[in-house]
């Protein structure tokens, strides 16, 4: 079965870590297939409105420029970076969205339309993040509504291999388990380990904790000699995390995110995912709700 991302790609092109960390992921390329996702900024001084664009006659003509002059030249940069890396021209769609609704809304509705396996976002990744979690609306949108994955991409590094996979044996970690496995699926370079950080000496559930995570991963048909399980100790979660994963070198770092709305926006910050966000390096953070 085909793997389809969308894969954000902005107008500094040669900066795209989106791109580079997929060529550089995948070595089965022949069953993906990419489309390549534009938003046009959104100015302040166009006065666009949401629901009725075509309000605005002067906003079309500006951003149809924009798109001529910033997104046309950047989607040709794109396709042909990724023809000269061995993908085949069938493999590469391209979209461009007029942004009415803003780059990060747009990124949403895009993905979650398009029924794609994973939306990639590359150096910007961040600064998209930390939008949807301080904008009111895109606050709800993130803990509430987001329904596919996010992969967010931080100065990929080419020959790191495998995922790390936090659980706790929530339902949020069943279901990046489950996304983690499906995307390994013909794509034996990679190995997948089942991380659980505790907070002291008292040892886990083992069998609550790992087993379900462990039936995701295995439904998907990874064999149990690229499965390991591994539990550390520490008060501090986000930071274990990161040095297990510049330690082992792992490609992707895989995280549940929770369904509970955070009250303040101080919680917010303070999640666990968000702090490996700002820290990755090297590797990309991917997101399941």
């Known amino acids: 079965m085909d793997k389809h991302l969308l894969v954000a790609v902005s107008d500094e092109f040669h900066t795209s870590q989106s791109l580079r960390f997929v060529h550089h992921f995948f070595t089965a390329r022949e069953s993906l297939k990419l489309t390549l996702f534009y938003v046009v900024p959104r100015r302040p001084d166009w006065r666009l409105d949401p629901i009725n664009l075509e309000a605005n006659p002067e906003a079309i003509v500006h951003i149809e420029e924009d798109k001529a002059v910033h997104g046309v030249p950047a989607m040709e940069k794109a396709k042909q970076w990724l023809y000269d890396m061995g993908f085949a021209r069938d493999q590469v769609q391209v979209k461009f969205s007029k942004g009415k609704l803003g780059t990060v809304k747009e990124i949403i509705k895009e993905s979650e339309e398009g029924l794609y396996d994973a939306a990639v976002l590359g150096?910007?990744?961040?600064?998209?993040?930390?939008?949807?979690?301080?904008?009111?609306?895109?606050?709800?949108?993130?803990?509430?509504?987001?329904?596919?994955?996010?992969?967010?991409?931080?100065?990929?590094?080419?020959?790191?291999?495998?995922?790390?996979?936090?659980?706790?044996?929530?339902?949020?970690?069943?279901?990046?388990?489950?996304?983690?496995?499906?995307?390994?699926?013909?794509?034996?370079?990679?190995?997948?380990?089942?991380?659980?950080?505790?907070?002291?000496?008292?040892?886990?559930?083992?069998?609550?904790?790992?087993?379900?995570?462990?039936?995701?991963?295995?439904?998907?048909?990874?064999?149990?000699?690229?499965?390991?399980?591994?539990?550390?100790?520490?008060?501090?979660?986000?930071?274990?995390?990161?040095?297990?994963?510049?330690?082992?070198?792992?490609?992707?770092?895989?995280?549940?995110?929770?369904?509970?709305?955070?009250?303040?926006?101080?919680h917010i910050f303070a999640t666990t995912s968000l702090k490996i966000l700002r820290g990755i390096e090297g590797a990309a953070l991917w997101l399941c709700k």
């Open 123 to 266: 150096r910007r990744g961040l600064s998209w993040f930390e939008e949807m979690v301080t904008d009111s609306v895109s606050h709800r949108i993130l803990w509430e509504q987001l329904t596919f994955p996010i992969w967010i991409c931080r100065n990929p590094e080419k020959d790191r291999r495998n995922v790390l996979v936090c659980v706790d044996g929530s339902e949020e970690c069943m279901r990046v388990a489950d996304h983690v496995g499906y995307i390994l699926r013909n794509e034996p370079g990679h190995d997948v380990t089942l991380l659980h950080v505790c907070a002291d000496d008292r040892c886990i559930d083992a069998e609550e904790i790992f087993g379900r995570a462990l039936a995701e991963i295995k439904g998907n048909d990874i064999e149990d000699e690229r499965i390991s399980i591994k539990v550390l100790t520490s008060s501090n979660p986000a930071k274990t995390i990161l040095h297990e994963a510049q330690a082992r070198r792992y490609a992707a770092v895989a995280i549940g995110r929770t369904s509970h709305r955070p009250s303040t926006l101080k």
